[in-house]
């Protein structure tokens, strides 16, 4: 689901900066589809980032720490 | 787009700034520390940042708008662009996590997230001058509300709940419980990108200091009414405690649902701050590249899909709001202001040399 989500932001985001940039999309019609491509075939097969790991290290090594500072 | 705010309105965005994502869930960790003492915490904490934010600001003839054309200009872009990001994300995932256990527990938090963004979205690119009229709207309200407050629950006040005041070992205990507020306080530091949004350059850093005196205010009054009103057993342990202080308010017996009046007055002041948020970052990320960005919509899209795959659950938001979040707000907060006085002192020196030279 949430790689789902991110696949579609991608994708948006792509379009919003090609077209302020370039003021169409048709230049790059080729990329543009093959977004949305990915982004149907990620809603048919959502999936799972496990970014979460990220947070989970920054929680065991700083907030240990903030941790350890009003404990201590 | 109109880009000019006066003085009292940035004010009003310093103080709402401050006080819109601290008053969440922050008492609870704070009281876990400082246990009944734990009002005092803003106190402690107003002076520093009081005293950090003169320093930054300095004189108003040494203000020049920071475009980054300078390597250090695009460094200080970037992080201020960064650290914004992670408040960001950490406040919207405060705050749909928040709708999702309060209000709407059957409605997806992608879905909450969306809204929420498309909302902050839609605001700041309405522009600066709209972000500050609505949180002046918003935020007076709001504070008359929390003003008010003491009166609303005059009948389940009990001050034994913070007896005794600053007994034996409260030293220790306030500054550990200060510690935790000081990268929440720090935001502040936002003043130091809205300052070229000012029509008029003399007052701006009393503009900065009211900001944070009204949220301290505000805060003390808060965290001393969910003291006295639930006590610090309960407060330590609750999610929400200022969610449940509101909940308690129950004038006669017609009027005891005002929670969900206070909670659509506050949850706007929490948009505004976020609007303000990616109106901030979109500035920043500006300074940095050396040109006008116009990021708002893919940021604001990006950091809302953030927010949901960081964190694997509400614990884990709430370990790094309480436990991370001071670290890292900290070290963004002094790096930065560190770099604005930097950036400062090397602008007075070239224009002394111009002056010298011309």
């Given at each position: 689901?949430?790689?789902?989500?991110?696949?579609?932001?991608?994708?948006?985001?792509?379009?919003?900066?090609?077209?302020?940039?370039?003021?169409?999309?048709?230049?790059?019609?080729?990329?543009?589809?093959?977004?949305?491509?990915?982004?149907?075939?990620?809603?048919?097969?959502?999936?799972?980032?496990?970014?979460?790991?990220?947070?989970?290290?920054?929680?065991?090594?700083?907030?240990?720490?903030t941790?350890?500072?009003v404990?201590? | 787009?109109?880009?000019?705010?006066?003085?009292?309105?940035?004010?009003?965005?310093?103080?709402?700034?401050i006080f819109?994502g601290t008053l969440?869930?922050v008492p609870q960790v704070l009281v876990?520390k400082a246990?009944?003492?734990t009002w005092m915490v803003p106190f402690i904490v107003l002076?520093v940042f009081?005293?950090?934010?003169?320093?930054?600001?300095?004189?108003?003839?040494?203000?020049?708008?920071?475009?980054?054309?300078?390597?250090?200009?695009?460094?200080?872009?970037?992080?201020?662009?960064?650290?914004?990001?992670?408040?960001?994300?950490?406040?919207?995932?405060?705050?749909?996590?928040?709708?999702?256990?309060?209000?709407?527990?059957?409605?997806?938090?992608?879905?909450?997230?969306?809204?929420?963004?498309?909302?902050?979205?839609?605001?700041?690119?309405?522009?600066?001058?709209?972000?500050?009229?609505?949180?002046?709207?918003?935020?007076?309200?709001?504070?008359?509300?929390?003003?008010?407050?003491?009166?609303?629950?005059?009948?389940?006040?009990?001050?034994?709940?913070?007896?005794?005041?600053?007994?034996?070992?409260?030293?220790?205990?306030l500054v550990q419980s200060s510690f935790l507020l000081f990268g929440w306080f720090g935001e502040v530091?936002?003043?130091?990108?809205?300052?070229?949004?000012?029509?008029?350059?003399?007052?701006?850093?009393?503009?900065?200091?009211?900001?944070?005196?009204?949220s301290t205010?505000?805060l003390v009054?808060?965290i001393?009414?969910?003291?006295?009103?639930?006590?610090?057993?309960?407060?330590?342990?609750?999610?929400?405690?200022?969610?449940?202080?509101?909940?308690?308010?129950?004038?006669?017996?017609?009027?005891?649902?005002?929670?969900?009046?206070?909670?659509?007055?506050?949850?706007?002041?929490?948009?505004?701050?976020?609007?303000?948020?990616?109106?901030?970052?979109?500035?920043?990320?500006?300074?940095?590249?050396?040109?006008?960005?116009?990021?708002?919509?893919?940021?604001?899209?990006?950091?809302?899909?953030?927010?949901?795959?960081?964190?694997?659950?509400?614990?884990?938001?709430?370990?790094?709001a309480f436990?991370?979040w001071p670290?890292?707000g900290l070290?963004?907060?002094?790096?930065?202001?560190?770099?604005?006085?930097?950036?400062?002192?090397?602008?007075?020196?070239?224009?002394?040399?111009?002056?010298?030279?011309?």
């Amino acid at each position: 689901m949430e790689g789902t989500l991110l696949v579609w932001v991608i994708i948006i985001t792509y379009v919003v900066l090609h077209r302020k940039k370039e003021k169409q999309v048709s230049k790059n019609t080729i990329g543009t589809m093959m977004l949305i491509l990915a982004g149907t075939l990620s809603l048919l097969f959502p999936f799972q980032l496990g970014l979460d790991v990220i947070i989970e290290f920054v929680n065991d090594t700083l907030g240990s720490f903030t941790r350890t500072v009003v404990t201590g | 787009m109109k880009t000019s705010i006066s003085q009292s309105q940035l004010t009003m965005l310093v103080g709402n700034f401050i006080f819109a994502g601290t008053l969440i869930s922050v008492p609870q960790v704070l009281v876990q520390k400082a246990e009944q003492n734990t009002w005092m915490v803003p106190f402690i904490v107003l002076p520093v940042f009081v005293l950090l934010l003169l320093l930054a600001i300095g004189k108003k003839n040494q203000l020049q708008r920071i475009v980054g054309e300078t390597k250090f200009e695009k460094i200080f872009g970037f992080l201020f662009g960064v650290y914004l990001a992670v408040a960001f994300i950490r406040d919207i995932r405060a705050f749909t996590d928040f709708v999702v256990t309060s209000l709407l527990p059957s409605t997806p938090i992608e879905v909450l997230m969306a809204l929420s963004v498309l909302t902050i979205v839609y605001m700041s690119y309405a522009g600066i001058e709209v972000i500050a009229r609505v949180t002046v709207i918003q935020f007076v309200v709001f504070a008359a509300i929390i003003l008010f407050m003491p009166l609303l629950l005059l009948n389940e006040i009990s001050l034994e709940n913070v007896q005794p005041i600053f007994g034996m070992g409260s030293v220790k205990s306030l500054v550990q419980s200060s510690f935790l507020l000081f990268g929440w306080f720090g935001e502040v530091i936002v003043i130091l990108l809205l300052l070229f949004h000012v029509n008029k350059k003399e007052g701006i850093r009393k503009s900065g200091v009211n900001g944070m005196i009204a949220s301290t205010v505000l805060l003390v009054i808060l965290i001393f009414m969910s003291l006295t009103v639930l006590g610090a057993d309960i407060v330590k342990v609750s999610t929400f405690p200022n969610y449940q202080l509101i909940q308690q308010i129950n004038i006669t017996d017609f009027l005891d649902r005002l929670d969900l009046v206070i909670v659509t007055v506050w949850a706007p002041t929490l948009i505004c701050k976020m609007a303000l948020s990616l109106y901030c970052i979109n500035i920043s990320f500006g300074i940095a590249k050396g040109k006008d960005a116009n990021f708002i919509l893919p940021m604001g899209l990006f950091l809302g899909v953030f927010s949901i795959v960081l964190f694997k659950s509400n614990v884990q938001h709430l370990e790094f709001a309480f436990f991370s979040w001071p670290i890292i707000g900290l070290l963004f907060e002094v790096l930065l202001i560190g770099l604005f006085m930097l950036i400062r002192k090397r602008t007075k020196k070239n224009h002394r040399s111009e002056t010298e030279g011309g």
